[in-house]
Structure formats: structure tokens, C-alpha cells
């Protein structure tokens, strides 16, 4: 990907992103697209994981339980402010990812998904069974970000839906714009050599273990923040963000869009995001057209969806 | 004493159903290399389909031999409509499919059934049996039997059988056994409705004991996972012995330390034997080639 490429991705996001509420005929839009967002930026961090690194994690809604419940809990008891909180869920998680790390990427295949299911299994299940800290399945109460009422003072009148619609797409760029770079740097390059062959990549003296490693730091940080944000965003937190579904989900968007481009990655959040929101409509059918997406998908377009349709428009010479 | 006997009688039942699922998934995995998560999704229709089959008038037995037929014929579904178009995908994409495939299932069984919990009565009758100051039930008794039943089953099956052997050939080499002769789609569509089938029966065993509703699958499918990998993927002894182990860990630490944290236990053993002993204890020690 050349650096003119990434200014094109990242345009097209932010116009996307700023130009979309023109055609929003309620309210209810903008929070549909915050979520979308926070999804997103989820995802992103699993687009430096499986798509640059080749590696899977079918946990990583662990981490963003710990960033919901960093939010939820800090203000509460330690007074922390939640933007603080938010920083500091990340840096947990951020250890939390180097230490559990370690052992794990050692694994395979299967053996690192179940692994990593493991560990978001085990977040949820404290998350749940410590009721008289986080309010055990019912959730606890998220203290506002304050953020909103600083703008009004400043004069800038803004309804929840339109600040969050605009704060988790201003994050969703900052995000975006880290997982480009990344992947142009050197550090890029060598995770995604890793990705065609450890052996390989190895025997040109790249420090694997390193760079596995390091791609699981970052894409928890991400998981972590989006975790936060639909917190923040929520005022709400319950064990579900923690949740294996909550997992799969993510994993799901990731590959649907295409794993191996942020822009596709993040279509997949779009699709999976909407889809439910359309599907409310007959939600006993929920569940069964989710799975026969992701079955679907995978067979007809194992790339994504935007890399199929990319290579199918310029096959036809496009 | 007579806690700690309990405690090993009430492991050995839920660790010969984690031995059951762990048992399909092994079957799948030698004969295809796909690890199915849609595994406890078996044991849920089994369940399930009896309950409703009973409900409509039939007689148990023959509702819990509809069950298994029928679910055996949706492991087969799911092998050709998910799996074999998919052949050769990344472990990430058929990771996914099993996964889809299993919400597909869990999502249509609560639209034909319901969100309810169901039961069946026990096969002969609640009355718990005393033995040397603990008790069983009956039906723990059905569902250990079971268990051992279909080990020997598939014992003799892949020992003493032309089809049992083929199909262990096709997951030793699916080339060379191929090139023998040996129909290995065959071999795969046979393999997903066993072990459908398997899951099934493990189903009808247990849900006098433990209730049967639309999404007991999950928790089933990552047990019977953890418990052949803590056996030794693929291998059959692995899942019978990981099963059981699995199962009368759980119920100690139940027994002795947190009922709410026995899963988490279990789920930290896993992760401790794969860090000791990734292959598991009967697994057998591959090198990759590259």
C-alpha cells in the first residue's frame, strides 16, 4: 500500500463519517452510527492482529470488558475522571495482553482459539460473578464523560446522539490512522512477512515471538478504548461486552468486511452493526440470519467482502 | 469421605457427557481437520427433539431414536452445505462457519421449539441408589453406561470394521488413502453424522438430569473442546480420559472451593496443560514442515 493509498482510505472514511448525517431523517441514526463506529475501531484492532499478524483471538471482548468496566468502575472508586479511566482501562489491558501474551501466542490454529476464549471467558465470568463490585449480570450505572456539557458552556449545543456520532468517529479516524501507519512501518511489514510464513520470516531475522506479541498489545488497546467508549456512550455496562458472542462478533465483522484492509474490515462492522437494527423488525430471525451470513460469506467470499468486490471491479477492467 | 464420593459421582456424569462431545469432536477432526464448534448444538437438538417428539404422543424411546437420526442427518447437512464448499479454506474462515453453523442452529431450534427448559422423565425412575454413603441417580448410571457403550462402539467399529478402518486411513494420510481407493467425501459425510449422531445420544442421556433448552450448546461445545484437547486432539482415548477428568475437576472445585468459578477452574487447567503439554496427554508430538 502506497502512503497516497492510506490519505485516500482515510478521506474517504472522514467524508463518510461527516457527510452521512445529511441524510439522517431522525435522531436514532446517529446512534446507530456511534455504534457502528465503536465496532469499528474494535475491529481495526483485530485487522492488526489476524490481518497483519495471522493471528486469531476469539477473546478480545474480554478486553473490551475491561475497558467498559475501567470506565464503570474508577470514577465510582477511586473518583478517577472517566477520560482518565478510559486511559487507564487501555494500560490494563495493555498488561493484561503482554502477560497472557506470552504463553499463548505460542500457540496454533485452534489451540490459540481456544486459548484466547479461554481468557475472555474467564474476564466475563469475574465480570459476572462479582456482584457486589461490578453489579453481576444486572450491570452497573457508567458516570457521564462531562465532555458534552464542556462544549455547551462553550456554546456548541449538541444532542447525545450527534456528540457521540461525532467523538467515536473522531476516535474511529485517530484509530484508523495508527492501524495505516502500522501497517507502512517496518514493524508492519515484519508482522505481516509472519503472516506468510514464521519460518520464513524468522530465517530473515524477524524477532517473532516479538512481533506476535506486539500485535496482540495493540489490537487489545483497541478493543479496550471501543469497550469504553460504548460505556461512555451507553451511560450502561453489563458482562455481555465481555461476553464469547460478544468475541465472535468481532471476529465475524473483521473477516466479513476483509481482514487484511481497515476500510474492510470496518464495512464489516457497518453490515453487522445495521443488520440487527434492521432485523429488530423480526428478531426471532436474528440469530439464524447472522449465522447463515457468516457461513455464506466465508464460503462465497473467504477474502471479505471489499476485497472480492475490489478484485471483481477490476477484473471486469473497472 | 462420603462428600468426596459424591463429588466423583457427580463428576463422572457430566464428564462422560464433556467425553461424548469430546468423543464427535474427535471423530470430525481426524476425518476432516475442521475442529466443530457446532458440537454442542448436537447434543442441544437431541435434547430437544426428544423432548418435543415425547410431548407429541410417542413413546420415549423411539422420540430419542428420532432425535438422534434426525440430528445425524443435520451433521450430514452441515458437512455438505458449510463444509465441503469450503474445502481448503484458512483455520480462520472454518472456524467461523462451525461458529455460524452453530448460531444458525441455535437461532432456527429456538424459532421450531421455544426459549422454555424442558425435561423428560428419567429412564428408570428418580430413586437414588446409596453406595458407601453418597448417592447416584439412575440416570447417571444411563449416562456413564452410554458413554462407555459408544467408546467400545468406536472401538470395535475402527478396529474390526472395512468402513472403521477407512476411515482411520483417511485421517492418517487423506492422499494415500485416496489413492487406495477409498472415498474420503464418504468418509467425511460418515463422520459428521456419527458424530452428530454421538452428540445426540449424549443429549438424550443427560437432559433427565440437567434440563435441556435452545442454548445449552455453547457451553457444552467449549467443554468437549477443552476436553480433547486436554486428552490429545484427535485421539479417542484422549476424549474419553479428558472428558471424565474434566468433569470430576469440576465437580471438586464445586465441591471444595467456588460452584461459581468451576467453570473458570476448568478453563484454567486448560490453559495450564496446553502451556505444559500443548499436545495433551495422549497427543502425539508433530514437527511442521515447511
New interface residues.
Given amino acids: 500500500m502506497t502512503s497516497r493509498n492510506k490519505w485516500i482510505q482515510l478521506g474517504l472514511l472522514a467524508v463518510l463519517i461527516a457527510v452521512l448525517p445529511a441524510f439522517f431523517p431522525s435522531g436514532y441514526y446517529y446512534r446507530v452510527g456511534a455504534l457502528i463506529f465503536v465496532n469499528a475501531l474494535a475491529v481495526i484492532g483485530l485487522v492488526v492482529l489476524i490481518g497483519y499478524a495471522g493471528q486469531i483471538s476469539l477473546g478480545h471482548a474480554g478486553f473490551a470488558g475491561i475497558g467498559a468496566y475501567a470506565c464503570a468502575l474508577t470514577p465510582e472508586h477511586l473518583g478517577l475522571h472517566p477520560g482518565l479511566a478510559v486511559m487507564l482501562g487501555a494500560m490494563l489491558s495493555a498488561v493484561m495482553a503482554a502477560l497472557i501474551g506470552k504463553p499463548i501466542l505460542r500457540l496454533k490454529g485452534y489451540y490459540l482459539a481456544v486459548a484466547t476464549l479461554g481468557f475472555g471467558i474467564l474476564v466475563s465470568m469475574v465480570l459476572t460473578n462479582e456482584r457486589a463490585l461490578t453489579g453481576g449480570p444486572d450491570g452497573m450505572a457508567v458516570a457521564d464523560l462531562g465532555l458534552r456539557s464542556l462544549l455547551r458552556d462553550m456554546g456548541w449545543k449538541l444532542s447525545g446522539g450527534e456528540f457521540w456520532y461525532m467523538f467515536s468517529g473522531i476516535i474511529l479516524l485517530i484509530g484508523a490512522w495508527i492501524a495505516l501507519n502500522l501497517f507502512d512501518s517496518p514493524t508492519g511489514r515484519a508482522m505481516r512477512a509472519l503472516h506468510g510464513s514464521e519460518v520464513a520470516a524468522a530465517t530473515v531475522g524477524v524477532d517473532v515471538a516479538k512481533l506476535k506479541l506486539r500485535a496482540f498489545v495493540i489490537s487489545a488497546v483497541y478493543a479496550s478504548v471501543a469497550g469504553s467508549l460504548l460505556a461512555l456512550q451507553n451511560q450502561y455496562v453489563t458482562p455481555d461486552v465481555a461476553g464469547f458472542l460478544h468475541s465472535v462478533e468481532m471476529v465475524t465483522m473483521a473477516v466479513l468486511g476483509g481482514v487484511g484492509s481497515v476500510l474492510g474490515a470496518s464495512l464489516g462492522a457497518v453490515i453487522l452493526t445495521l443488520l440487527p437494527q434492521v432485523l429488530t423488525v423480526f428478531a426471532e430471525y436474528e440469530q439464524l440470519v447472522l449465522g447463515a451470513v457468516m457461513i455464506v460469506v466465508m464460503i462465497f467470499l473467504p477474502q471479505g467482502l471489499l476485497p472480492s468486490i475490489a478484485r471483481r471491479l477490476r477484473g471486469t477492467g473497472e | 469421605m462420603d462428600a468426596l464420593l459424591q463429588f466423583i459421582f457427580s463428576g463422572l456424569t457430566v464428564g462422560a457427557v464433556y467425553a461424548l462431545v469430546a468423543l464427535g469432536f474427535t471423530i470430525i477432526y481426524n476425518a476432516s481437520d475442521v ?1 466443530n464448534f457446532a458440537q454442542g448444538e448436537f447434543v442441544m437438538l437431541g435434547g430437544m427433539i426428544t423432548v418435543f417428539a415425547f410431548e407429541a404422543g410417542l413413546p420415549l424411546p423411539l422420540a430419542a431414536v428420532i432425535a438422534v437420526l434426525v440430528t445425524a442427518a443435520i451433521g450430514v447437512a452441515l458437512n455438505k ?2 463444509i465441503e ?2 474445502r481448503g ?9 462451525t ?10 431450534a ?2 421450531v421449539f421455544d426459549k422454555q427448559l424442558h425435561r423428560f422423565p428419567s429412564f428408570s425412575g428418580d430413586d437414588p441408589i446409596a453406595i458407601f454413603g453418597a448417592t447416584i441417580l439412575p440416570q447417571s448410571l444411563w449416562v456413564i453406561g452410554g458413554a462407555i457403550a459408544v467408546f467400545v462402539g468406536l472401538w470395535l467399529f475402527f478396529t474390526h470394521t472395512l468402513t472403521g478402518k477407512a476411515v482411520l486411513a483417511t485421517a492418517n494420510n487423506r492422499l494415500a488413502a485416496q489413492l487406495v481407493g477409498i472415498n474420503t467425501g464418504w468418509v467425511m459425510t460418515l463422520s459428521f453424522g456419527l458424530s452428530a449422531a454421538i452428540g445426540a445420544l449424549a443429549g438424550v442421556l443427560v437432559t433427565p438430569i440437567t434440563l435441556v433448552s435452545y442454548d445449552v450448546g ?1 457451553a457444552l461445545a ?1 467443554k468437549g ?2 476436553a480433547a ?1 486436554l486428552g490429545g ?1 484427535g485421539n479417542p482415548k484422549g476424549a474419553l480420559l479428558g472428558g471424565l477428568l474434566l468433569g470430576l475437576f469440576e465437580a471438586l472445585t464445586a465441591g471444595y472451593l467456588s460452584s ?2 468451576k ?2 477452574m476448568a ?2 487447567v ?2 495450564g496443560v ?2 505444559v503439554m ?1 499436545q495433551g496427554i495422549f497427543g502425539k508430538k508433530t514437527t511442521e514442515r ?1
Avoid: E, K, N
Wanted: hydrophobic share 75%.
Fill in positions: 475442529v452445505l458449510a464448499p469450503a479454506a484458512p483455520v480462520v474462515s472454518l472456524i467461523i462457519i461458529i455460524g453453523a452453530s448460531i444458525l442452529i441455535r437461532g432456527a429456538q424459532l455453547v467449549l473442546f477443552a484437547m486432539m461459581q468459578y467453570d473458570a478453563f484454567i486448560i490453559l496446553l502451556f500443548p515447511v
